[in-house]
């Protein structure tokens, strides 16, 4: 699963750019957006039992995003898991 996170997290960041979305905004819809296309996907991690891990690497990738793009925005980890 990491691996496979890992691989989305990269495709995203490629279109991010591939797509010159620069706005944390812009971003964000696209990255909320995706999920609301494909609630199957979440469904799917839910059922599996992969809450705890799936909501810690989700974070772990948001904060690695918003350091890269916004490095002078500093959250906690509860508000971008929020």
Do not use: C, W
């Not at 990491?2 to 490629?14: H, P, R, S, V």
């Not at 944390?24 to 469904?43: A, D, G, H, R």
């Amino acid at each position: 699963m990491k691996k496979f996170l890992a691989n989305q997290y990269q495709k995203f960041t490629d279109d991010i750019t591939a797509h010159k979305l620069k706005s944390l905004s812009e971003q964000l819809v696209v990255y909320l957006t995706f999920f609301q296309k494909n609630p199957e996907i979440m469904k799917t991690l839910l059922e599996a039992g992969f809450e705890d891990g799936l909501l810690n690497l989700q974070t772990r990738y948001l904060k690695k995003l918003l350091k890269v793009y916004y490095p002078d925005l500093h959250l906690t980890d509860y508000a971008i898991a929020y």
